[in-house]
């Protein structure tokens, strides 16, 4: 082989490598655009999709240990809200929160919080401070948040005996004079009450 | 007995001249954190559950917890993501090898280039000296030209 063909060689097997690491670094990012989930169930729910809510399975809080699936409140209305105990709005909205369960309990009505991007000692506190008795998930890692469309705390979601998501996803603090109505609608919703 | 004087002075020196395991410091622990809301290290956050994170790193720091254990426990609270450098197994494990391989494959390229042209020089067929003749003559030529 000449010394021109030995370079034209190289320079040929170079072209391959840089064609074959930009095609894997394009797979890549196609791979991850098409499979991403970009959209959780709250955009779904705003474009007036019939959505199921997403199903976790999470550590207690409310308990000395044991796991409580979404799943296990089938058959009931669930008001599912997102919160933190460095969240503000979370403070103000947690007595309406235990109100709303103790008014709704007897009808089948379940509020399950969900403590996210938390310390649970933290969470513990918030609970013992603000008396809340409902059902409290933990979520510390945020597993939740991508699926359910979550993009701050609080978020209040409102889900039938089906266990679909009715109603609108309430940013902020429930039952403060901007989201009453909403907040009464989504509860009707749930448990079956409104059309 | 010599001996073991000489052994014993020699260990004492080694223990008084290595460096002792300095304990981490908040600041560092803090560009090694991510901030779970932000997604940003703590060091560069300023949000609640950021300064709630670094309180909490000031803490067990005080305790005298380890650096491993820190993490540890903020591992455990929320989940691997909050460790700033990516974990070195799984689909993750590419992001230490893809900048490896890609200098890898920067330094062979090189190095065939280089190779490339040593070859090419070697290669090369030096070039004839001209005859005397032929030399003088085109001296002359160049004299009447340049005049």
């Known amino acids: 082989m000449t010394a021109d063909g030995g370079q034209r060689s190289i ?16 797979g890549l990012l196609i791979w991850r655009v098409a499979f991403k989930d970009t959209s959780g169930a709250a955009d779904e729910l ?19 240990g044991g796991r409580l699936a979404l799943a296990d409140l089938r058959g009931k209305a669930v ?45 513990r506190r918030f609970m013992k401070r603000y008396g809340i008795t409902y059902p409290v998930a933990y979520d510390g890692k945020g597993s939740t948040v991508g699926k359910w469309g979550v993009r701050g705390f609080p ?18 603090a429930v039952d403060i004079e901007r989201n009453r109505e909403t907040f009464e609608r989504g509860i009707a919703l749930a448990l079956g009450d409104a059309p | ?29 803090e560009a090694e954190l991510v901030c779970p809301t932000c997604k940003t290290t703590l060091d560069q956050s300023d949000s609640p559950i950021a300064r709630r994170m670094k309180q909490r790193i000031r803490t067990l720091l005080s305790q005298g917890a380890t650096e491993k254990q820190i993490k540890a426990e903020l591992v455990a609270q929320f989940g691997p993501g909050v460790i700033a450098e990516p974990p070195k197994s799984g689909f993750d494990l590419l992001a230490w090898l893809v900048p490896l391989g890609i200098l890898a494959g920067g330094a062979l390229g090189v ?16 070039a004839e000296p001209l005859d005397p003749a032929l030399e003088r003559r085109l001296d002359a030529e160049l004299e009447r030209y340049d005049a």
């Open chain 1, 11 to 26: 320079q040929r097997v170079a072209q391959v490598i840089a064609l074959v690491g930009v095609a894997a670094l394009l």
């Open chain 1, 46 to 64: 705003a474009a007036g999709k019939l959505v199921d809510a997403p199903a976790f399975t999470l550590d207690r809080l409310d308990t000395e």
């Open chain 2, 1 to 29: 007995m010599g001996f073991r004087v000489v052994v014993a002075v020699l260990v004492a020196l080694l223990a008084a001249t290595a460096p002792a395991v300095a304990a981490p410091s908040p600041s560092d622990l």
């Open chain 1, 155 to 172: 978020e209040t979601f409102f889900v039938d005996r089906s266990g679909t998501l009715v109603g609108e996803r309430i940013e902020g």
């Open chain 2, 111 to 126: 190095g065939a280039i280089a190779w490339g042209w040593r070859r090419r020089r070697r290669d090369e067929v030096p």
């Open chain 1, 79 to 123: 008001v599912v809200n997102f919160w933190a105990s460095w969240c503000i709005p979370c403070r103000d909205e947690a007595p309406v929160l235990q109100k709303t369960y103790e008014r709704y309990r007897d009808r089948g009505l379940v509020v399950l919080g969900v403590d996210v991007n938390d310390f649970k000692e933290d969470a």
